[in-house]
T-cell receptor, first 114, second 111 residues
Framework: GAVVSQHPSRVICKSGTSVKIECRSL??????MFWYRQFPKQSLMLMAT?????????EQGVEKDKFLINHASLTLSTLTVTSAHPEDSSFYIC??????????FGPGTRLTVL | GNSVTQMEGPVTLSEEAFLTINCTYT??????LFWYVQYPGEGLQLLLK?????DKGSNKGFEATYRKETTSFHLEKGSVQVSDSAVYFC??????????FGQGTRLTINP
């Protein structure tokens, strides 16, 4: 199947700093990308959906100024956690889809905010 | 809204045992149903899917049947292997094209 990569796989940062996570589709054009958040032993919760060249659509309860999403090209989306705090520590997973085809997932990024 | 409830884990079995992981859903309309698998250090991979009632999805010896009357999509395999150790997620996708996931079930198969 198609490959979606994420970078970094792990990041530790100090409270108040911003962290950027990259998500790339390696062998297909990701017309739609999704960002999920997963807490320990819990489900994946959709944070936002973005279409290439458009603003992201955020799920209810997700702060758009806190979690900045940029989907500037058909192979790259970034999630920036601004002014991170310990409660933002989590596992962030991106996913990408070309048209209405199958959705492919990245391996995830574990964020720890001290 | 749409939701998925799956069997709590962790589940530990011996090799060649029979596996069932229960999954039930709540949804408006007629969702598509999926099982995803996540191996250690990797992203979620689609294992199988079913798009309408009574469809059976199958892959790698795993099966699941879309049961509308019981709103269920239980995952089964007749004889598990050590390589099946992973986390399994049941999910649905409604008309809004958004995936809704269960909480995941960690499966460990001992030799």
């Amino acid at each position: 199947g198609a490959v979606v990569s994420q970078h970094p796989s792990r990041v530790i940062c100090k409270s108040g700093t911003s962290v950027k996570i990259e998500c790339r589709s390696l062998d297909f054009q990701a017309t739609t990308m999704f960002w999920y958040r997963q807490f320990p032993k819990q489900s994946l919760m959709l944070m936002a959906t973005s279409n290439e060249g458009s603003k992201a659509t955020y799920e209810q309860g997700v702060e758009k100024d806190k979690f900045l999403i940029n989907h500037a090209s058909l192979t790259l989306s970034t999630l920036t956690v601004t002014s991170a705090h310990p409660e933002d520590s989590s596992f962030y997973i991106c996913s990408a889809r070309e048209g209405v085809n199958e959705q492919f997932f990245g391996p995830g990024t574990r964020l720890t905010v001290l | 809204g749409n939701s998925v409830t799956q069997m709590e884990g962790p589940v530990t079995l011996s090799e060649e045992a029979f596996l069932t992981i229960n999954c039930t859903y709540t949804a408006t309309g007629y969702p598509s149903l999926f099982w995803y698998v996540q191996y250690p250090g990797e992203g979620l991979q689609l294992l199988l899917k079913a798009t309408k009632a009574d469809d059976k999805g199958s892959n790698k010896g795993f099966e699941a049947t879309y049961r509308k009357e019981t709103t269920s999509f239980h995952l089964e395999k007749g004889s598990v292997q050590v390589s099946d150790s992973a986390v399994y997620f049941c999910a649905l996708r409604g008309p809004d094209q958004k995936l809704v996931f269960g909480q995941g079930t960690r499966l460990t198969i001992n030799p």
